[in-house]
């Protein structure tokens, strides 16, 4: 009989990057649990780009239902972060900062990711980046300084995209 870690394994081996309805389904039948959560977090690193982005959209997904991780898998997703080579996985994980509940030192580490996908050349992942660092200001006050750098950037940004967010955020 096949686990739910066999199922994510071979729709990610398949995921074309862009349609969801695959691991939709994983979400539905409830496969994203604990275990497979630390599963993806520990193999992010060895994915292709696709099996990258669609781990990090299950991340995602399973944080925006109310999953949350234990001290070792956010550990080791915070360290998955940085290994990212898509800047669609880094705007998957950028979108999840403000569901993970981060120390002090773990928010610092995180500002510092943020701010250097903050001047990506991919738009939406700056306009992300620049929305997770003011989320996490907002809960680790050490780090508005960076917050209101990147904001300020960001205001400028020749990107519609980006000043549209800031906009959509009440961050004019």
């Known amino acids: 009989m096949a686990t739910s870690i066999d199922n994510i394994e071979r729709a990610l081996a398949v995921y074309n990057g862009r349609e969801t309805a695959t691991l939709e389904a994983l979400l539905g039948e409830g496969a994203v649990d604990g275990m497979a959560v630390q599963h993806l977090v520990n193999r ?9 982005i669609g781990a990090t959209w299950l991340l995602l997904e399973a944080l925006k239902s109310g999953s949350r991780f234990n001290a070792p898998t956010q550990a080791a997703c915070l ?21 993970l509940a981060l120390s002090d030192a773990q928010a610092e580490s ?5 701010r250097s996908w903050a001047s990506d050349s ?3 992942l700056r306009a992300w980046s620049v929305t997770a660092l003011v989320q996490l200001a907002k809960r680790h006050p050490a780090l508005e300084t960076a917050a209101d750098a990147a904001l300020a950037r960001a205001k400028n940004d020749p990107a519609a995209s980006v000043r549209a967010r800031l906009r959509r955020l009440g961050l004019k």
């Open 44 to 52: 992010i690193p060895s994915y292709d780009a696709n099996a990258e």
């Open 79 to 99: 360290d998955a972060m940085t290994q990212l080579k898509r800047w669609e996985s880094k705007l998957h994980m950028a979108r999840a900062v403000e569901f």
């Open 110 to 114: 995180v500002s510092e990711t943020l």
């Open 122 to 124: 991919a738009a939406f």
